[in-house]
């Protein structure tokens, strides 16, 4: 069966620091990867979405990146977090166009 | 311009109660598919119905139905005999068919008070 892991659940970051957030999916071949980000009582805005191993691509401009270094890992990185960057992050996979997300646990950010 | 509007922010009910969470969406698109997620205090988005734009069936699901009607632009949800553990924000989505991005509603917060 398809899993997908990120991690950590909760990070607190000084701002001016760095960010590194880890997703990966087992049990899938080329899954479509995604980054989103929830503010606080606030929607889903996508950051980001690949479709293979180095396409990325970038939804909003942003002080965020994106990597994919394998096939089923995705990572959202900052060289230095703004208080902004505060939020509840999200990663999810799908294998197709119209089929359903499967969505990771999520990572609670809090850029103080 | 293709959006989803969840104009409803918060709802509270009553245990046992039904309650309708209302979704409305907006594309030129033919073919697209509508979604809805549930995110519980956990923060975990979970999966509740995919529905094509062919397929304007009422589903059931237990205490859980959805309303699609295309002339409308409608994909309500209802939970009936509400449940303490309903309580979460339920998000309401669109995808257009040939794209990777789903569109997203604001999501509605449901209080289910015992």
């Known amino acids: 069966s398809q899993t997908i892991h990120q991690w950590p659940a909760t990070l607190v970051q000084p701002v001016g620091s760095p960010l590194s957030l880890e997703c990966t999916v087992e049990g899938t071949s080329n899954p479509n990867l995604y980054w989103y980000r929830q503010a606080a009582g606030r929607g889903l805005q996508l950051l980001f979405y690949s479709v293979g191993i180095g396409q990325i691509s970038s939804e909003v401009p942003q002080n965020l990146s994106a990597s994919r270094p394998q096939d089923r890992q995705f990572i959202l990185s900052s060289k230095k977090l703004l208080l902004s960057d505060s939020g509840f992050y999200l990663c999810?996979?799908?294998?197709?166009?119209?089929?359903?997300?499967?969505f990771g646990s999520g990572t609670r950010l809090t850029v103080v | 311009a293709q959006k989803v509007t969840q104009a409803q922010t918060e709802i509270s009910v009553v245990e046992k109660e039904d309650v309708t969470l209302d979704c409305v969406y907006e594309t030129r698109d033919t073919t697209y598919y509508l979604f809805w997620y549930k995110q519980p205090p956990s923060g975990e988005l979970v999966f509740l119905i995919r529905r094509n734009s062919f397929d304007e069936q009422n589903e059931i699901s237990g205490r859980y139905s959805w309303n699609f009607q295309k002339s409308t632009s409608s994909f309500n949800f209802t939970i009936t005999a509400s449940q303490v553990v309903d309580s979460a924000v339920y998000f309401c989505a669109l995808v257009p068919s040939g794209t990777y991005k789903y569109i997203f509603g604001t999501g509605t917060r449901l209080k289910v008070l015992a």
């Open positions: 999810a996979w799908s294998v197709g166009q119209g089929i359903g997300y499967t």
